[in-house]
């Protein structure tokens, strides 16, 4: 994966948002995927599945990545290619994701123990979305690249 985000080219139609981290704007960017995929013809299910995965990743660079600091922001691109939504969420925290929190699925039981209940983010957005990658930005952030074709 680049270790940047993604640059459109001429055809490209992109969207970019710039969020504070601060829990609650998460809903932007999951009303502009939402727009944007309901524009170009997705399904209901499909947009709302979207709109969950990306919710999922701005939570995520919120809380994980730039620690809820609100001077650090939240990149969120929207890509619309023929036929499919490109969305790049990307953070400015220094702390990066392991391979092991890329790639394991949570456990019932672990994720019961645990106060929070958290730990099904990245489990979620890779069963709802159809390509998803992940890497780290020039500057040391994490970024997320997923895609949600039209038709599946």
């Not at 969305?87 to 890329?102: I, P």
């Not at 958290?118 to 930005?137: A, C, K, N, Q």
């Not at 997320?144 to 039209?150: D, E, G, N």
């Amino acid at each position: 994966m680049d270790s940047g985000l993604q640059k459109p080219n001429s055809t490209d139609r992109v969207v970019e948002l710039r969020l504070p981290s601060k829990l609650g704007y998460e809903r932007v960017a999951m009303d502009t995927a939402s727009s944007i995929a309901t524009r170009m013809g997705f399904k209901n299910d499909r947009v709302e599945s979207l709109k969950t995965a990306v919710g999922e990743a701005v939570t995520n660079a919120i809380e994980h990545g730039n620690q809820h600091d609100a001077a650090m922001k939240v990149i969120v691109m929207l890509l619309v290619q023929d036929g499919e939504l490109v969305v790049s969420v990307a953070d400015q925290g220094r702390k990066t994701l392991t391979e092991d929190c890329t790639t394991r699925t949570p456990r019932i039981a672990e994720v019961m123990e645990k106060a929070d209940k958290g730990g099904w983010g990245i489990w979620l957005i890779r069963e709802l979305m159809d390509e998803v990658e992940f890497g780290v930005t020039p500057n040391g952030g994490n970024q997320i690249r997923m895609v949600i074709h039209l038709e599946r």
